[in-house]
């Protein structure tokens, strides 16, 4: 796949907008680190972002969450691995990453505010926000993922 234009250089200061709310997601809202990675991954599950997809995989990975937890997310409705917690994040990661269809339901913003504070879910939500900006960059001008070389066989 050939990507149709640089994202950072073609306009810098919007790319630096986004990287400014992805930082306050990541560095300033206090959203715990594994929250920033479930928001981050299922999303760009969802909307099909292989560039992201990766990143967030390795990045999971990197943090200590199990292989399990990252393998599941695309299947997280038929997964015990979930939290009832990390359930409800996933179903409003769902519901507002595909937000033409869904409509927000009120059950899944029932849900998670059983398990957080309105600052909390407003925080998440533009953790949603702002992945989701990630993926229809990266998916609209086609930024490819790396590409790691196969290990050796010993």
Request: one cysteine or more; proline letters at 5%.
């Amino acid at each position: 796949m050939q990507a149709r234009l640089n994202i950072a250089k073609a306009a810098p200061d919007a790319y630096k907008a986004v990287a400014a709310l992805d930082q306050y997601v990541v560095k300033e809202s206090g959203l715990e680190p594994a929250i920033v990675h479930l928001i981050k991954l299922r999303s760009s599950i969802i909307n099909g972002c292989a560039f992201c997809v990766d990143m967030h995989v390795k990045e999971s990975r990197h943090d200590g969450l199990s292989e399990q937890w990252i393998n599941m997310m695309s299947v997280w409705h038929e997964s015990t691995v979930y939290t009832p917690r990390e359930r409800a994040l996933l179903g409003w990661v769902d519901a507002v990453t595909l937000i033409a269809q869904t409509r927000a339901p009120d059950a899944d913003y029932e849900a998670l505010r059983a398990h957080f504070s309105e600052e909390e879910c407003l925080k998440i939500t533009v953790a949603i926000g702002a992945i989701n900006a990630w993926n229809r960059l990266a998916v609209g001008f086609r930024v490819p993922h790396p590409i790691e070389k196969p290990k050796a066989a010993a």
